[in-house]
């Protein structure tokens, strides 16, 4: 297996029942702009659970960020605009998982 440079950044989230769809999008809206805030943040994703098979644990949304390397992900962890944008999020969350990695190739 080789490993890619980029690392991935998936948040996962399950937001409070009471959260309007309002409040909804411009979170998400919040949340994109981190591509543009943050040094090193390559690709902003997000995307609502679809899947039938209802092993989603009530998470409801997928963020992914890819960031130019472990360096670049450290330096979003602690920017100004991430937790400003941390704090905006909080009361609208009910659970949130966050996963990084590195994306592995297999060969064959």
Same mark, same amino acid.
């Given at each position: 297996?080789?490993?890619?440079?980029?690392?991935?950044?998936?948040?996962?989230?399950?937001?409070?029942?009471?959260?309007?769809?309002?409040?909804?999008?411009?979170?998400?809206?919040?949340?994109?702009?981190?591509?543009?805030?943050?040094?090193?943040?390559?690709?902003?994703?997000?995307? @609502?659970?679809?899947? +039938?098979?209802?092993?989603?644990?009530?998470?409801? %949304?997928? #963020?992914?960020?890819?960031?130019? /390397?472990?360096?670049?992900?450290?330096?979003?962890?602690?920017?100004?605009?991430?937790?400003?944008?941390? @704090?905006?999020?909080? +009361?609208?969350?009910?659970?949130?998982?966050?996963? %990084?990695? #590195?994306?592995?190739?297999?060969? /064959?």
């Amino acid at each position: 297996m080789t490993c890619t440079a980029a690392l991935r950044h998936i948040v996962l989230c399950e937001f409070n029942s009471d959260i309007t769809q309002a409040k909804h999008a411009e979170l998400v809206y919040e949340f994109s702009l981190m591509k543009h805030s943050v040094p090193g943040v390559l690709q902003f994703e997000w995307g @609502e659970n679809i899947s +039938p098979e209802g092993l989603d644990d009530g998470y409801s %949304d997928c #963020f992914t960020l890819t960031f130019d /390397g472990a360096a670049a992900r450290d330096v979003y962890l602690t920017h100004p605009a991430h937790l400003a944008f941390v @704090e905006l999020l909080k +009361p609208w969350l009910a659970r949130v998982l966050v996963f %990084d990695y #590195f994306p592995q190739e297999v060969p /064959g």
